[in-house]
Antibody, heavy 124, light 112 residues
């Protein structure tokens, strides 16, 4: 069974750093992209960026570039999302999701498997 | 960025009755490979989104056949032929033809 298991909820103070994880199982980690999606409290879904664990090729949405770092460790089938200095506005639920790339056509399919999400609360 | 606009934003449906959600994109989602990269997701209360429909009209594995998708270019529709209690939640359309992937605002479906 294909699964993405995300790390547990975090409560942090503004200015602190944080790294959350997404561990893949049930498929070959290096053959799919991983997308990170934010959901702020009571709001919709926003794509933050995507990473290809095979070579760590990363694409950021303009809104999130410079605000977060997306990485992956293919030796342990795990993708990461990290912040160096959290703000209260980073409060939300963060999902990782698997995404297939059609290399011959340079296009991505939509996300088919999602993690359960990691709740991040930033409050003083 | 491609803007995805859903209507309505909320829907109250009697169980057993049909429901329909519209999604319009600010530019065509038809790619040069002939496929259209429009997806529908359902986020049930307290859960992560789940894929319902891929590439406009294809039901994902395990999705009941009461769900159907249609449309082309920039105009798309998700239909539920007979709403059941387990269908409540927020429905999102999403495009993957151009980064960043963008979602509609979501349509909240509840039972009357």
């Amino acid at each position: 069974e294909v699964q993405l298991v995300q790390s547990g909820a975090e409560v942090k103070k503004p200015g602190e750093s944080l790294k959350i994880s997404c561990k893949a199982s049930g498929y070959t980690f290096t053959t799919y992209w991983i997308a990170w999606v934010r959901q702020m409290p009571g709001k919709g879904l926003e794509c933050m960026g995507i990473i290809y664990p095979g070579d760590s090729d990363t694409r950021y949405s303009a809104s999130f570039k410079g605000q977060v770092t997306i990485s992956a460790d293919k030796s342990i089938d795990t993708a990461y999302l990290q912040w160096s200095s959290l703000k209260a506005s980073d409060t939300g639920v963060y999902y990782c999701a698997r995404q297939e790339y059609r290399g011959g056509w340079d296009v991505w399919k939509g996300m088919d498997v999602w993690g359960r999400g990691t709740t991040v609360t930033v409050s003083s | 960025d491609i803007v995805m606009t859903q209507t309505p934003l909320s829907l109250s449906v009697t169980p057993g009755q049909p429901a329909s959600i519209s999604c319009k994109s600010s530019q065509s989602l038809l790619y040069s490979d002939g496929k259209t990269y429009l997806y529908w997701y359902l986020q049930k209360p307290g859960q992560s989104p789940q894929l319902l429909i891929y590439e406009v009209s294809n039901r994902f594995s395990g999705v009941p056949d009461r769900f159907s998708g249609s449309g082309s270019g920039t105009d798309f529709t998700l239909k539920i032929s007979r709403v059941e209690a387990e269908d409540v939640g927020v429905y999102y359309c999403m495009q993957s033809i151009q980064l960043p992937w963008t979602f509609g605002q979501g349509t909240k479906v509840e039972l009357k």
